[in-house]
Structure formats: structure tokens, C-alpha cells
Nanobody
């Protein structure tokens, strides 16, 4: 059974950090682009970041550039999102997703429609 499971969310103060993990089971993550997305209440799901199969190429939404870092460990079938300098507007349900290899152009769009498998999400709340 193909499954993605996110963890690492929680409540953090503004300026704090969290590291999200995404563990895959039922398939080998090596062959998939991994993306992180988020959805705040009343808003559409938006792309946060993605990483190519080898980890060579990464893309970030402008809103998180310089603060978030995506990475992957194919040996552990796991991807990560390190989030630093968190802001209240980062509060959302964060999802990881996997896509069969995409072109760099498609990766850069951070479009949810390009992804095949999705996790259930982990809540991130930034509040004092």
C-alpha cells in the first residue's frame, strides 16, 4: 500500500523552528520528486518547496525562500522540510507529496496537480 506519513508539526513561537519529516512506504522514494505543500483555513493549497529525485534541484515559494530548506534521504525513504524563522502566516496544515519525475519547468510551478501521492498532513501553528 502506497503511503506517505508526515510528522514533526506542532505549536511554535514566531521566530522558532520546526523540522517536518515525510516517510514513504509501499514504494521507493528514489524515483519520485517530493513536494511540500500547505493549506491554511479558507485558503487554497499552495506549493512550498520541491526537490528532484537526486536532490540536485530544489525550488521554493518566494514566501519561504531563505527560511525553509528541503532535503531527502533516499536510503531512509524520507524527505524533510526544515523551517526556520517561522512567522504567524506560516500556520497551516503541511502535506508532503510524491510525483513521478517532472521536468524542471514543471517542478518550478509547485503545482499540486502534478503530484500523484499525498500524505494526510501535519499541523504547524506559529503563535505566541
Amino acid at each position: 500500500q502506497v503511503q506517505l506519513v508526515e510528522s514533526g508539526g506542532g505549536l511554535v513561537q514566531p521566530g522558532g523552528s520546526l523540522r517536518l519529516s515525510c516517510v514513504a512506504s509501499g514504494f521507493t522514494l528514489d524515483y519520485y520528486v517530493i513536494g511540500w505543500f500547505r493549506q491554511a483555513p479558507g485558503k487554497e493549497r499552495e506549493g512550498v518547496s520541491c526537490i528532484s529525485t537526486s536532490g540536485t534541484f530544489t525550488y521554493y515559494a518566494d514566501s519561504v525562500k531563505g527560511r525553509f530548506t528541503i532535503s531527502r534521504d533516499n536510503a531512509k525513504n524520507t524527505a524533510y522540510l526544515q523551517m526556520n524563522s517561522l512567522k504567524a502566516e506560516d500556520t497551516a496544515l503541511y502535506y508532503c507529496a510524491a510525483a513521478r519525475p517532472l521536468t524542471l519547468t514543471t517542478m518550478a510551478t509547485l503545482s499540486p496537480e502534478s503530484y500523484d501521492y499525498w500524505g494526510q498532513g501535519t499541523q504547524v501553528t506559529v503563535s505566541s
